[in-house]
């Protein structure tokens, strides 16, 4: 049964990621919705801002995607994470 007062997978990837790194307001994130998946696309026009999103040897996005990954599980969903550079 859905919570209509959960934030959307969107919003929560736009605040953890906001938080760490120099541009935010640089940053797109898109979601496309099926009827049991998710799919977050992430890109921003800062290439630094990419490679902190990234992280040293894809830690900090594999972190985030591990995150959303349990959080879409929780919510009965499955969820893809991507990054556009």
């Known amino acids: 049964m859905p919570n209509d007062n959960l934030l959307s997978l969107s919003?929560?990837?736009k605040i953890i990621i906001s938080e760490f790194i120099?541009?935010?307001d640089l940053l797109v994130?898109?979601?496309k919705t099926g009827n049991s998946s998710v799919?977050?696309?992430?890109?921003?026009i800062?290439?630094?801002d990419i490679a902190q999103?990234?992280?040293r040897n894809g830690s900090m996005i594999t972190a985030i995607k591990k995150i959303l990954e349990r959080i879409a599980h929780k919510r009965g969903l499955r969820c893809t994470?991507?990054?556009?550079d």
Do not use: A
């Open 29 to 31: 994130i898109e979601e």
């Open 81 to 84: 994470v991507y990054v556009v």
């Open 46 to 48: 800062e290439k630094d």
């Open 39 to 44: 799919i977050i696309g992430i890109s921003s």
């Open 22 to 24: 120099d541009s935010p």
């Open 11 to 13: 919003e929560i990837t």
């Open 53 to 55: 999103i990234i992280g």
